[in-house]
C-alpha cells in the first residue's frame, strides 16, 4: 500500500483550497474541519487585522486558516521537529512575512509572543489544542495549559480559545479568565474563555 500524505485544504479567504500537508498522526492531531469551520464561524470577521496565537501548532491548519481570512499577525509554536517541517512548508505556500515560528517548549515560547504583544501594545486570539493528556508523557499536560492560560496577562488576550477532550472538565474560572461558552464535537470540544472586565 502507496503511504499516501495526510493533508487538508483551507475553507476560506485568500488561501482558500490551498492544500496543507499533516504531520504524522503519532506525533500531533489534527483539528476536525467541523471544529475548525465552528470555531471561525463564531470569530466571523472579528478575526481581520487581529492577531493570533496558536499554540501547539501542529500543521498550523487553525493560524493559516485565521491568515487567510485576514489576520495580521500569526504566531505558530510547535516544539515536535517533524511537526515544525510540515508547518514550515505550509506557511511558505501563504504570506511567511505575517508568520512567525517558534519551536521549542510551548510553556516556555509564550513568554516571548507575550512579550512581542505587550512591546505593540497590542492583543490577540490565543487558540490552545494540547495534545491528548492520554499520550505517553503527557499527563501534565492538562495542567501545565491550565497554568499557562492563568498566568497570560490581560493586556494581550482578546480571547482564549481551548480545544480539548470532551471528558475533560475545564473550570469555570482560570485565573482572571472566565468560561464564556463550550460546544461539544462529539471527543472533541471547543471552549471559550474571556476575560469578563473588558467585555
Known amino acids: 500500500m502507496k503511504n499516501s500524505k495526510l493533508t487538508k485544504k483551507i475553507i476560506a ?7 496543507l500537508e499533516l ?8 483539528s476536525k474541519a467541523i ?17 493570533f496565537v496558536e499554540v501547539f501548532s501542529g ?11 485576514g489576520a495580521k499577525k500569526i504566531y505558530f509554536m510547535e516544539k515536535d521537529r517533524d511537526a515544525l517541517k510540515v508547518l514550515k512548508k505550509n506557511i511558505s505556500q501563504t504570506d511567511p ?5 517558534l519551536g521549542g517548549n510551548s510553556f516556555e515560547n ?5 512579550s512581542s504583544l505587550k512591546k505593540m501594545g497590542e492583543d490577540a486570539y ?13 499527563e501534565d499536560i492538562y495542567d501545565n495549559t491550565m497554568k499557562l492560560i492563568e498566568n497570560l ?13 470532551s471528558a475533560l472538565e475545564i473550570p469555570q474560572k482560570i485565573g482572571i479568565y472566565e468560561m464564556k461558552k463550550t460546544k461539544k464535537f462529539g471527543k472533541t470540544s471547543l471552549t471559550y474563555l474571556t476575560n469578563p472586565e473588558v467585555e
Open 110 to 114: 509564550i513568554n516571548a509572543v507575550v
Open 23 to 30: 504531520p504524522s498522526k503519532t506525533t500531533t492531531r489534527s
Open 126 to 138: 490565543i487558540y490552545i489544542d494540547p495534545p491528548f493528556s492520554y499520550r505517553e508523557g503527557m
Open 153 to 165: 496577562p490581560s493586556e494581550v488576550v482578546k480571547m482564549i480559545i481551548i480545544e480539548h477532550m
Open 35 to 51: 471544529v475548525l469551520e465552528s470555531f471561525f464561524n463564531t470569530l466571523q470577521f472579528d478575526v481581520i487585522d487581529s492577531n
Open 13 to 19: 479567504g485568500k488561501y482558500k483550497g490551498k492544500v
Open 97 to 101: 512575512g505575517r508568520c512567525e515560528v
Open 59 to 69: 500543521s498550523g491548519s487553525i493560524g493559516l486558516e485565521a491568515l487567510s481570512r
